[in-house]
């Protein structure tokens, strides 16, 4: 079952501007990654950020957790062409072994 | 570092024939997890693998099944094929200990069922 829920599902911007997903949960979980899929391809780690941390950088990204609304944000600064991908959030919650549970993703365009 | 493998990059197989899919992990790393995605379902948990042991397993039927060997590859194996098991699959390696929970992906197997 998913888990999570990315918000909004599509989005369309110009290069330059700024993109920002959103991500929400249902139950508490021990961390939380984003990933980029390119036109069906394999999954591209982006960042983790842990329960216990409220902001993460990585170069132009920019992740936030609320675990007390369950929901986490990706910012991505300045975006490029090259950013066009669809954007997934997978939460961690499980008490033993691995298991990711994946949003349904966000379809992000940047136009040059 | 090498990343995760998956072979084969492409399948095409009949209803009711039986499929078998390889992952290495990137060297080092003892956890491997599988998912199937599909446009209707999402990304979906099927199975995870820790040091031979299966720990974790999603809501798929048992002609799902999978294993791990001492070398910490592993291999997927669905049976009697249904239309409805078309999708790409895709195989994570995380390291999973002390702290390092991150999960890196292959490019995935696209499996078609005709």
């Known amino acids: 079952s998913q888990q999570g829920e990315e918000d909004p599902q599509a989005l369309s911007i110009q290069e330059g501007e700024n993109a920002t997903m959103n991500c929400s949960y249902k139950?508490?979980?021990?961390?939380l990654q984003w990933y980029r899929q390119n036109s069906g391809r394999g999954l591209v780690h982006l960042i983790l950020?842990?329960?216990?941390?409220r902001e993460k950088h990585s170069g132009r990204l920019r992740v936030t957790l609320d675990t007390s609304k369950k929901s986490s944000s990706l910012l991505i600064t300045a975006s490029r062409a090259a950013d066009t991908a669809s954007y997934f959030c997978?939460?961690?919650?499980?008490?033993?072994?691995?298991?990711?549970?994946f949003g349904k993703g966000t379809s992000l365009l940047v136009t040059p | 570092k090498a990343g995760v493998t998956q072979t084969p990059r492409y399948l095409i197989k009949t209803r009711g024939q039986q499929v078998t899919l390889s992952c290495s992990p990137i060297?080092?790393?003892?956890?491997v997890s599988w998912y199937q995605q599909t446009p209707g379902q999402g990304l979906q948990f099927l199975f995870e693998?820790?040091?031979?042991?299966?720990?974790n397993k999603g809501n798929f039927p048992g002609r799902f099944s999978g294993r791990q060997f001492s070398n910490s590859r592993s291999e997927m194996n669905v049976s009697t094929l249904e239309l409805g098991d078309s999708a790409l699959y895709l195989c994570?390696?995380?390291?999973?200990?002390?702290?390092?929970?991150?999960?890196?992906f292959g490019q995935g197997t696209r499996l078609t069922v005709v």
């Open positions: 994570a390696s995380s390291f999973n200990v002390g702290g390092t929970p991150e999960a890196f």
């Open positions: 139950t508490s979980i021990n961390n």
């Open positions: 950020i842990r329960s216990n941390e």
């Open positions: 997978a939460t961690d919650n499980s008490n033993s072994g691995y298991a990711l549970n």
């Open positions: 060297s080092g790393h003892r956890s």
């Open positions: 693998y820790f040091s031979e042991t299966q720990r």
